[in-house]
């Protein structure tokens, strides 16, 4: 009914999805993706967030419409257990979560900062996370995660 | 792995035990090789629970070596799955990396109580031991008979058994029970938190333990940071719908009219469902559920009880807000002394000085990040629910109760929820699920829209304090006077139940444990509690439940009779204290913060710019104690509270993984530090206002503390576990209110402390 095509981790994908419904809903539901998280579907807490071109996106007020042909790259397109992205592989190296829920939204946040900013110093990192809310108070070990992943992708 | 499944096996049908371990790439037989014929074996229809008494509940050995341990205990986001794994593999001899841990389900699962409370190490944690140790002597006997030799000359370690002095007679824990049934009574009396497995077995000495108190890291974290993780949200059954609920517009409000017009005209729209006041809505796609929902009212910000096509009766049964303080006090059920010695009236008479103050702290809400999810599967008299409640077991009974329906034929699968830090709406939302999957016949996920969340999850009550202490004239402490105004915080009842017209149906208001302590030594004291009232409000227990609030007055109170008496306020806490293990936290704090001894609010009168002060407080949660230090700044021309820096001094016996702890422990510290300077629930007398993150807004990382150092006191093998989860929650309030105190001469009695409270405090 709705169909549009929507490339994501580097796939063309078909979806049937209404043009004014989030993106949010097309990645989750149709494509079966579990990294973005519905969380307030306001654009206010970051747990929905995914890649669009390279920068940061709230994808639960994203309409599909507003996608086009951008590529969207979602937690499970950055890395897998096996070949973690550097940011992944920080994180686990710092346990830098508990329920991890919002932990999709803090990782994508800093690899959108990450490919404007290589080198963020940590007042930068803690400011491009501001709108990333975390509700067990995992703050203090993701911003480590992030400064060594920032070590680890310089070299 | 993980034990949930995007497409379960046959919803419906009852999860056996012998089809999910079949499900988990094992061989049939080897599962039972520990339990006989168990609890679902030859009665694949049956959702009973297993028997604790039996090996077979507690754990499976596969023939390729790798083991699982089956709990009534849930992950929550604080590491407990990797910790009860690391009990389990010290008392087995098994390597922790080949020992997997399925949770809550409860066809698979034994009950062991809730997971709350600070309670999982201490009361599941021996219950663990014992069954695991009872494994590993059922694996010695086995071995012995293979082997044909005393079971005393058998050494057991990292899943192998050898023959002492023959390592060329070996044999792995799997390929030994390969193929063999053995029905294996370890006895098990009690239940929930007292349930005693094994009595009789031998554990470990703590001294040899070499996984316990060490810091393996979590085994969840690396498929929640790679998405291949499956929370409950991300839960799929075959052939399952959408749910939206749409609550009522006031909080007491009945539900008038519906106006069904333009649902039909939602591409993918399937039903609405109407049971007295209860009203959802079902279609085949989220968004489709969404919108049909928003249509009849389920919005951010609704206009009014008659404003969206659902329309509701006028109701304004909560107090003004302006009003709460005076509603908790009126709403007292019940008194109840916690201490009184002395004559705290004689003693006030002859004071040279009487100080007397009162805290107020708000209804909090646990704000979970993920909304609550469930999926319900409802067939007639059969019920499946997939749930992240931190009670699986109790909500299985609840369930049973609501759907009229024998419990033997009810079944909650549990998979992990975004963290839920108390009973949020979890439990609420298998109600709904159930009511809605009942009316359509087909599985219904239901999860909560944002202001569902913020709106509905039972709230942490609010608290009013009123403190009175006397100081002679050498400024000794004489007399110590502490009432708290309590509303219940211990509402279970489910709110789809009572909107249905069914109230009594399942839950209780309780009064909890008081949390109301009384640690120190002083002459007279009078300490009392009144409340179970319900205040608006529906409540439930919140990190810490009421402990937060009354460590917050109790601490900061003693740190104003210290300023009065120009006293150091570490100093003035040890000379009223004989709890040795208080005494050696808070030294410990002391000591790694480089506390400097002067009195407080010693700086109160400079004008510097920022102002900095340091505060010091301490708790005893459940025998955990905890001592805290902060240094802040406080911007004098904008309100701002900045913590610099925060210690804490944490002795909760033997540590079974100090990282994990450690992350506990800054969780801890950085939620409650939220609490403390921006968290509350606003109302009007229709309902709750603060609806959203704007609305209800939680610390952000610009505003966490430079560091958190961390101190482990008392950290030793002969010292029981107690809890991690929440004590270090209760001292923060007390301590930024003290540290502001020092650094500006202002008592800060109310929380949350938002810069325009600190402005008005100063004038």
Known sequence: MFKTTLNVNGVDHDVDAPPDSPLLYALRDDLELRGPKFGCGLGECGACTVLMDGTAVRSCVTPVSAVGRARIVTLEGLGTPEKPHPLQAAFIAEQAAQCAYCINGMIMQAASLLRHNPRPSRGEIKSALNDNLCRCGTHMRIVRAIERATGSMQE | ?763
């Open chain 2, 1 to 763: 792995m993980s034990a949930s499944h995007v497409t379960g096996p046959d919803p419906g049908t009852a999860l056996s035990r012998r089809s999910f371990l079949q499900s988990m790439g094992g061989l049939v037989v080897a599962f039972n090789l520990f339990g006989g014929p168990g609890p679902a074996a030859g009665a694949e229809r049956s959702s009973a629970v297993p028997d604790a008494g039996n090996l077979d509940a507690w754990l499976a050995v596969r023939p390729d070596n790798t083991a699982t341990l089956f709990t009534g205990k849930v992950e929550t986001g604080t590491g407990v799955q990797t910790a009860l794994a690391q009990f389990a593999a010290e008392e087995l001899d098994f390597p922790f990396e080949r020992l997997d841990v399925v949770m809550g389900t409860t066809s698979l699962t034994v009950d062991q109580g809730p997971t709350y409370g600070s309670m999982t190490i201490r009361y599941a944690g021996p219950q663990i031991r014992h069954a695991a140790a009872a494994g590993r002597q059922a694996l010695l006997d086995l071995a012995s008979r293979h082997f044909g030799v005393q079971a005393d000359q058998l050494v057991a370690t990292q899943g192998m058994i050898s023959v002492a002095g023959s390592p060329d007679r070996v044999i792995s824990y799997g390929k030994l029970v390969d193929g063999k049934r053995i029905d294996v009574e370890i006895g098990g009396s009690g239940k929930g938190f007292d349930l005693k497995v094994a009595p009789a077995v031998r554990t470990k000495d703590p001294a040899a333990y070499r996984i316990v108190g060490r810091s393996p890291p979590r085994k969840d974290l690396p498929g929640k940071i790679t998405a291949q993780f499956t929370y409950v949200q991300d839960v799929r059954v075959e052939g399952m719908l959408h749910g939206r609920v749409v609550r009522p517009y006031g909080v007491g409000s009945t539900l008038q009219s519906v106006d069904e017009r333009g649902l039909e005209r939602i591409p993918g729209f399937v039903q609405l469902v109407r049971r007295e006041n209860f009203l959802g809505v079902v279609a085949q796609t989220e968004w489709a559920a969404i919108q049909a929902a928003a249509k009849l009212g389920s919005t951010l910000s609704p206009a009014g009880p008659q404003a969206a096509q659902a329309k509701w009766s006028h109701w304004n049964g909560l107090p003004e807000m302006g009003e709460l303080w005076n509603t908790v006090r009126k709403t007292v059920a019940h008194d109840y002394s916690v201490a009184s010695h002395g004559s705290a009236a004689t003693a006030f008479a002859r004071a040279s000085r009487t100080l007397q103050a009162t805290y107020q702290t708000p209804f909090q809400m646990h704000g979970s990040i993920g909304p609550s999810c469930a999926i319900a599967d409802v067939r007639g008299n059969r019920a499946t629910f997939w749930s992240g409640t931190q009670m699986p077991h109790d909500v299985r009974g609840d369930m049973a109760q609501l759907l009229g329906i024998p419990r033997d034929n009810v079944e909650v699968r549990w998979v992990e929820a975004s963290g839920g830090y108390g009973r949020n709406g979890l439990e609420q939302v298998v109600a709904d699920a159930a009511i809605m999957s009942q009316a359509v016949r087909r599985p219904v996920r239901v999860q909560w829209m944002r202001w569902d969340e913020h709106g509905w999850e039972p709230k942490g009550p609010p608290l009013v304090q009123d403190l009175r202490g006397a100081l002679d004239e050498r400024g000794r402490v004489i007399a110590w006077q502490h009432h708290v105004w309590l509303p219940t915080f211990e509402d279970t009842h489910l709110i789809a139940a009572a909107l249905i017209g069914r109230p009594d149906v399942t839950g209780t208001t309780g009064i909890g444990e008081p949390a109301v302590t009384y640690a120190y030594t002083f002459e007279n004291a009078d300490v009392a509690f009144h409340g179970e009232g319900r205040v608006g409000l529906m409540t439930s227990w919140l990190r810490s439940p009421a402990q937060f609030e009354t460590t917050f007055a109790m601490e900061s109170f003693i740190d104003e009779l210290a300023a009065a008496a120009r006293q150091d306020p570490l100093d003035f806490r040890l000379s009223y204290l004989e709890d040795a293990r208080a005494i050696a936290v808070l030294k410990a704090a002391a000591e790694a913060h480089g506390w400097d001894r002067r009195p407080t609010g010693g700086r109160a009168g400079g004008r510097g710019m920022p102002a900095r002060g340091r505060g010091i407080a301490w708790v005893n949660r459940d025998d955990t104690r905890v001592a805290t230090i902060a240094d802040v700044t406080v911007d004098r021309n904008t309100g701002r509270i900045k913590v610099e820096r925060v210690v804490v001094a944490h002795d909760c016996g033997l540590v079974i993984n100090p990282d994990g702890l450690k992350n506990q422990i800054e969780g801890n510290v950085i939620q409650s530090l939220s609490r403390t300077l921006h968290e509350e629930v606003t109302f009007d007398t229709a309902h709750v206002t603060s609806r959203d993150w704007v609305g209800y807004p939680i610390l952000r990382f610009e505003e966490i503390p430079d560091r958190i150092d961390i101190v482990l006191v008392n950290n030793k093998p002969d010292q029981p576990s107690t809890g991690g989860g929440e004590p270090s929650t209760c001292p923060t309030a007390a301590v930024i209110s003290n540290a502001v105190y020092d650094a500006i001469g202002v008592r800060l009695r109310q929380t949350p402390f938002r810069p325009a409270r600190v402005k008005a405090a100063m004038i």
